[in-house]
C-alpha cells in the first residue's frame, strides 16, 4: 500500500473498542507479532521484556 497511513492503538480501551479493533483484524486479517517464551522462562522474558530487548509483544505459553 502507499500513501499516509494511520495507526491508532489503546493501552486501556473500552470494551466497544477491544470488540471493534478484534473484529477488524479478523475482517482484514491483521494479527498479533509476538515472541513466545515457554513458562519456565517467565523471569527471563520478563526482564528481556523491562529492558527493551524483546522484538515484538512478549507472551508466555503453558503448553508443551
Not at 517464551?37 to 520478563?46: G, W
Request: neutral net charge.
Amino acid at each position: 500500500m502507499k500513501g499516509p497511513h494511520t495507526v491508532w492503538g489503546s493501552f486501556t480501551g473500552q470494551s466497544m473498542e477491544v470488540e471493534a479493533a478484534v473484529r477488524f483484524s479478523v475482517l482484514t486479517d491483521v494479527g498479533p507479532m509476538n515472541e513466545v517464551f515457554p513458562l519456565e522462562q517467565a523471569s527471563e522474558s520478563y526482564e528481556k521484556m523491562m529492558s527493551a530487548k524483546t522484538r515484538f509483544r512478549a507472551v508466555l505459553s503453558m503448553t508443551k
